[in-house]
C-alpha cells in the first residue's frame, strides 16, 4: 500500500534517447515534486506543481518536461538524454504550504 | 541563496553510544527544518519536523534542536543501535515550500 510510488526503478538507457519516469501519490496531498540527486548524494530540487500548477522550476534544461495529469499524479518526460543526466531521481508529496515531504523510492536512471 | 551543511561527512560509533549529528543553515528565513533518514536504495523517511517557532522536536530516542537565529540544529540519537546505520540529511524549507538538502552524514553503527 504504497503512499508516493514511482515507475520504473531502474531505467538503463543510450544517450540520445527519451524517457519518461512515472509518479503517483495516494495520500490526497495537492502538492507534488521531483528531486535529483547525482552521484555524491547531493539531493536538489528540480520541479513542484500544486494542483497541476508548476510552482518551483529551478535551472533544469528544458529537456526535463514536467506533467501533471491529476493532482495525483506528477510525470517526468526527458528529450535527448545526456550521460550526466545519470542519477537518482526522487518524486515527493506534500499538503500545500511547509509540510512534511513523502518521498517515492527513487529512480536510478543510467545513461550509457 | 540558502546552502545547508552537515557534520561530520562521516561517523562510526559502536552500538549502544549517544551521538549528535550537525546541520547548518545560512539563511535563517526557513519555515521549519526537517531530518530525513535514507537507506541505501531506498527513498526518505521523515524522522522529525521542527517548525520555525520551535527549539526542539523528539520522537523515541530521537531529539532535534533548532537555533533558527544562529542557523544551527542538531540530531541527537540515543542509545545507537546497528539499525540505525544509514544516511541522515537535514533539510530546511524556504519560499514556496522548497527543500533545500544538507550534504548528508553517513552514520555507521557497529555491533
Known amino acids: 500500500d504504497t503512499a508516493v510510488s514511482q515507475t520504473p526503478k531502474y531505467l538503463v538507457t543510450q544517450m540520445g534517447n527519451d524517457k519518461s519516469i512515472k509518479c503517483e501519490q495516494n495520500?490526497?496531498?495537492?502538492?507534488m515534486y521531483w528531486y535529483k540527486q547525482d552521484s555524491k548524494k547531493f539531493l536538489k530540487i528540480m520541479f513542484s506543481?500544486?494542483?497541476?500548477?508548476?510552482?518551483i522550476n529551478e535551472t533544469v534544461p528544458n529537456r526535463f518536461s514536467p506533467k501533471s495529469p491529476d493532482k495525483a499524479h506528477l510525470n517526468l518526460h526527458i528529450n535527448s538524454l545526456e550521460l550526466g543526466d545519470s542519477a537518482v531521481y526522487f518524486c515527493?508529496?506534500?499538503?500545500?504550504?511547509?509540510?512534511?515531504?513523502?518521498f517515492g523510492a527513487g529512480t536510478r536512471l543510467s545513461v550509457l | 541563496k540558502q546552502e545547508v551543511t552537515q557534520i561530520p561527512a562521516a561517523l562510526s560509533v559502536p552500538e549502544g553510544e549517544n551521538l549528535v549529528l550537525n546541520c547548518s543553515f545560512t539563511?535563517?528565513?526557513?519555515?521549519?527544518l526537517q531530518w530525513f533518514r535514507q537507506d541505501p536504495g531506498k527513498g526518505l523517511t521523515s524522522l522529525l519536523l521542527?517548525?520555525?517557532?520551535?527549539r526542539e522536536q523528539t520522537s523515541g530516542r530521537l531529539n532535534a534542536s533548532l537555533d533558527k537565529s544562529s542557523g544551527r540544529s542538531t540530531l541527537y540519537i540515543a542509545a545507537s543501535q546497528p539499525g540505525d546505520s544509514a544516511t541522515y540529511l537535514c533539510?530546511?524549507?524556504?519560499?514556496?515550500?522548497?527543500?533545500?538538502f544538507g550534504t548528508g552524514t553517513q552514520l555507521k553503527v557497529e555491533l
Open positions: 506543481y500544486n494542483n497541476k500548477e508548476l510552482i
Open positions: 539563511d535563517s528565513a526557513i519555515y521549519n
Open positions: 533539510a530546511v524549507t524556504g519560499g514556496g515550500n522548497k527543500l533545500t
Open positions: 521542527i517548525q520555525s517557532s520551535q
Open positions: 495520500l490526497g496531498h495537492d502538492t
Open positions: 515527493a508529496s506534500s499538503l500545500a504550504g511547509a509540510n512534511i515531504q513523502y
